[in-house]
């Protein structure tokens, strides 16, 4: 059974968030389909999240490559 782009949306934004599938259907109906379905955070609020990224979620990671999975080209660096 195939599913449509609008319902795959739909059933992620009511996983991630917690709302419900009705809820996340409207809203994922409601946006154009290369806008985020999450609004950014502000200003602070991404301090925020960044923070708890850096030092409870991976404290001993670079936020950049967060598995630790760094590309060195072909010097054979691994």
């Known amino acids: 059974m195939a599913t449509s782009s609008l ?17 996340a259907f409207q809203i994922a109906g409601a946006t154009r389909r290369r806008d985020p379905l999450i609004p950014r955070p502000a200003g602070v609020q991404e301090l925020l999240e960044r923070w708890v990224l850096r030092t409870i979620a991976w404290p ?9 999975i760094v590309w060195y080209g072909r010097r054979g660096n691994t």
Do not use: C, F, K
């Open 7 to 23: 319902t795959r949306d739909a059933e992620l934004l009511a996983l991630h968030t917690g709302m419900s599938y009705q809820q």
């Open 60 to 68: 001993s990671h670079d936020p950049v490559y967060p598995w630790g």
